[in-house]
């Protein structure tokens, strides 16, 4: 799906230092959803956007993450002091609002944090 | 709370049909989703059930019983290609948002 764009597609940090993960969504899309996925388990939801707001941030950890989506610009979603137990897979997700009815969520392609 | 139960892993023969079932608990309703994913990929969409019955898109169908808090995902005719994790996800709550609460995933290995 070519529609969101997330980059990097791999990241590779030390411990202690930051990570920033940026998602373009869809054309015409104005919400945004992050979701982790940790070795050999499912998708968990972190945090929801819509243009300079944050909806819903039930699945973020209190520390460390935040998650933005400004006017102008991708959502990024930032890690900062990263640890071992912060590797993983991180996807955006995208779609036009509402309540989705049938294929109107689209993934990106996920970027693959790695902490050595 | 919320949960998505589904099975961690199944085995199927190619040229079978074989069923993953998902059960789910959540705090509203609001439609439920099927997902493909490969390792080391994002996941795709198969199918969507916001209705009592069953949807039939090729060679994959998903049926939902919202009493029942129940769906699965039958695959026909399986093809080698369809070893993958299979999401079964929900949209709870009130709606207005597209937020998934996913299950951790069915991995299906189809064997020749």
């Known amino acids: 799906n070519a529609g969101v764009m997330q980059n990097p597609r791999h990241l590779v940090r030390r411990r202690g230092q930051e990570a920033r993960l940026r998602c373009s969504p869809m054309?015409?899309?104005?919400?945004v959803y992050w979701y982790r996925q940790l070795p050999e388990e499912g998708l968990k939801f972190m945090v929801y956007?819509?243009?300079?707001?944050?909806?819903?941030e039930s699945g973020m950890p209190k520390e460390r993450f935040s998650a933005e989506f400004p006017k102008e610009g991708p959502s990024i979603l930032r890690i900062q002091q990263v640890v071992r137990g912060d590797s993983a897979a991180y996807f955006c997700?995208?779609?036009?609002?509402?309540?989705?009815?049938?294929?109107?969520?689209?993934f990106g392609e996920g970027s693959w944090l790695t902490v050595v | 709370g919320q949960n998505i139960d589904q099975p961690t892993e199944m085995t199927a023969t190619e040229g079978a049909i074989v069923q993953i079932n998902c059960t789910y608990q959540t705090s509203g309703f609001n439609g439920l989703f099927w997902y493909q994913q490969h390792a080391g990929e994002a996941p795709t969409f198969l199918s969507y059930n916001v209705l009592d019955g069953l949807e039939e898109k090729g060679r994959f169908s998903s049926f939902l019983s919202r009493s029942k808090g129940y769906s699965y995902l039958l695959l026909k005719e399986l093809q080698m290609k369809d070893s993958a994790s299979y999401l079964c996800a929900v949209i709870g709550g009130s709606g207005n948002t597209g937020k998934l609460i996913f299950g951790q995933g069915t991995t299906l290995q189809v064997k020749p």
């Open positions: 956007l819509q243009k300079e707001n944050i909806i819903d």
């Open positions: 997700a995208s779609s036009p609002g509402g309540t989705p009815r049938g294929n109107t969520i689209y």
């Open positions: 054309k015409g899309h104005s919400h």
